[in-house]
């Protein structure tokens, strides 16, 4: 009998456990509600803002996602049950639009769903009741992001760089309100030290002259860092200047910074460039103990640049020359070189008089390129005002190398894919915010997909 009760009451028990499971009901998905604020647009003078909302509420990053711009004072924020109160540590000026900026800085305790507010106010009476929305893209792909509106120009390296309606980029729409100044730029930029101020030569861009109650869109653009100059010498002859620089991989980038007069260029390579030597080049600490062959170079530099393209018939010797200095006020560079042979030649002779140079070049070590397995591009650009371009190259998506100041590529290339981006000359293309210049878009660009045996002309036009 003692068993048999033990067994009714185990079936008891498991009958019991096996009645159903109690259900948790719909996830909360519901930011708190606020429902009363001592806050007014005008007056208001209080040197505490309490916001009472619907439910038990915590902070969440305060310091970061919760701003008053511009910046008043320190603040002291703290949650109590249903309550948040903002602190501030002196009073409010007057003739100042603040803007109470919340994004995400104060969560239920439920679900911690975010709560985002936007309000302006003023100690007196309202002066600026305007919107400005800056929409950023790939925030996930970028740290420490954060936008400014100012009226910086850029200028003086951002030491005097104003940052009083600065903002963290938490997500990917930013809205200010009550901007109340006449001209003002938008930025956008990383900031690792967390000063408020772009981190130099990091990603950056900017909008000049915004307009109030407009939306913006703003993504990071590339803010290449300057080269450094290592080494100068002259030549035997103190007719030319070598320049050293950490190697660069757009060349464009080293001219446009070398500050020498571009018509004394003579020689650009990754890792140096040879210039006229006169009066415009004393600014550089030129070390007189060493020297350089200005034409050892110049043949390394022809050796380097010759090809050998075989055809089903015969054999083509190609070259390039670099600046030609003499000629170069007229924007006219010499390009590629061609002489067309029987046989596989084993020297060659090239002659310039412009640039001094008569030398037999070995050909016995060049490559020999078969057109069959490589592609040729014949691109021609054609301009009313006659101007030359910098043309951009990239190789299956990486950059490949920049050809400037000219107005056609001709050369075999390796079959891949090329993007080829055409940019108006004198280094426009350049992004420089220390003097608010922005870079320039590309004025054409096309996707080449280039086959062996492939034979590609483009004749394009520009206004």
């Known amino acids: 009998m003692k068993y048999f009760n033990i067994i009714i009451l185990l079936i008891f028990l498991s009958s019991c456990a096996n009645v159903g499971t109690l259900g948790g009901g719909p996830m909360d998905e519901k930011p708190p509600v606020l429902l009363k604020s001592n806050l007014s647009r005008d007056n208001f003078t209080s040197k505490s803002i309490v916001l009472e909302f619907d439910e038990y509420v915590n902070l969440n990053n305060a310091e970061k996602n919760i701003l008053i711009i511009p910046k008043p004072c320190n603040l002291k924020i703290s949650s109590i049950n249903k309550k948040v109160v903002i602190q501030l540590d002196s009073q409010l000026k007057n003739n100042i639009t603040y803007n109470l ?230 924007n006219n560079h010499l390009n590629v070189h061609r002489r067309t042979l029987n046989i596989k030649p084993d020297t060659f002779i090239i002659t310039d008089k412009n640039l001094s140079i008569q030398d037999t070049f070995n050909l016995k070590n060049i490559n020999i390129i078969e057109d069959q397995k490589f592609s040729h591009l014949d691109l021609s650009i054609k301009s009313p005002t006659g101007n030359s371009f910098d043309i951009k190259i990239t190789k299956n998506g990486k950059y490949f190398k920049t050809v400037f100041d000219t107005n056609l590529i001709d050369e075999y290339f390796e079959p891949n894919v090329y993007k080829i981006e055409i940019y108006k000359h004198n280094y426009e293309n350049e992004f420089n915010p220390i003097f608010m210049i922005k870079n320039m878009q590309p004025i054409y660009e096309k996707t080449l997909y280039l086959k062996a045996s492939w034979e590609e002309k483009l004749d394009i036009k520009v206004d």
């Open 101 to 330: 900026i919340i994004s995400g800085g104060i969560i239920d305790n439920n679900a911690s769903n975010k709560f985002f507010y936007n309000y302006i106010f003023s100690a007196n009476k309202l002066i600026d009741s305007s919107m400005i929305q800056i929409n950023v893209s790939n925030i996930e792909n970028n740290q420490s992001l954060k936008v400014c509106i100012n009226t910086n120009n850029g200028s003086d390296s951002f030491k005097s760089f104003n940052t009083e309606y600065t903002m963290s980029v938490t997500n990917e729409k930013i809205i200010y309100k009550g901007i109340n100044k006449e001209s003002v730029n938008v930025w956008l930029y990383t900031d690792k030290n967390n000063d408020n101020k772009p981190d130099l030569y990091e990603p950056i861009n900017f909008i000049k002259n915004i307009k109030k109650d407009s939306s913006y869109n703003l993504s990071l653009i590339n803010w290449k860092k300057p080269f450094k100059i290592n080494k100068v010498i002259n030549d035997e002859n103190f007719q030319f200047i070598k320049i050293f620089y950490d190697k660069e991989e757009n060349i464009s980038s080293i001219v446009s910074q070398i500050k020498i007069d571009s018509n004394d260029l003579v020689l650009i390579t990754p890792e140096f460039s040879i210039a006229k030597n006169n009066n415009n080049t004393s600014r550089f600490l030129i070390d007189t103990s060493i020297k350089f062959n200005y034409k050892f170079d110049l043949k390394d530099y022809i050796i380097k640049s010759i090809e050998i393209v075989k055809t089903r018939n015969n054999y083509t010797v190609q070259y390039k020359l670099p600046f030609d200095y003499k000629k170069h006020q007229k």
